[in-house]
C-alpha cells in the first residue's frame, strides 16, 4: 500500500464491521472506557461527517465526528 493508492470516502454503515474490526484491534477491550467513547455515550457520531480510508475495497482507517453540547450553545 502506498499513499497514492488510499482514497478518503464518506462513511457509510457498510464499513461499520471493518471500522469495528481496526478500533478493536487499535484500541482493545478497554477502549469503551476512553473519552471518546464516553462521550458517544449521549448519541452516535455524526455519519455525515465522519471519513474512512480504503485501499481498494479494504477499510484501513476512519475518522467519527460526534456532535457534543459545550456550554448553551452548540458545538
Same mark, same amino acid.
Given at each position: 500500500m502506498s499513499l497514492a493508492d488510499?482514497? *478518503?470516502? !464518506?462513511?457509510?454503515p457498510a464499513h461499520d !464491521?471493518?471500522?469495528e474490526a481496526i478500533n478493536d484491534e487499535a484500541f482493545g477491550p +478497554?477502549?469503551?472506557?476512553?473519552?471518546? *467513547?464516553r462521550i458517544r455515550e +449521549? +448519541? !452516535?457520531h455524526e455519519r455525515a461527517l /465522519?471519513? %474512512?480510508a480504503v485501499d +481498494?475495497?479494504?477499510v484501513v482507517? /476512519? %475518522?467519527?465526528?460526534?456532535?457534543i453540547a459545550a456550554g448553551a450553545g452548540r458545538a
Open positions: 488510499v482514497k *478518503y470516502l !464518506p462513511e457509510t !464491521p471493518e471500522i +478497554g477502549r469503551f472506557v476512553l473519552g471518546a *467513547y +449521549g +448519541g !452516535p /465522519s471519513f %474512512v +481498494g475495497d479494504i482507517a /476512519s %475518522v467519527r465526528m460526534t456532535r
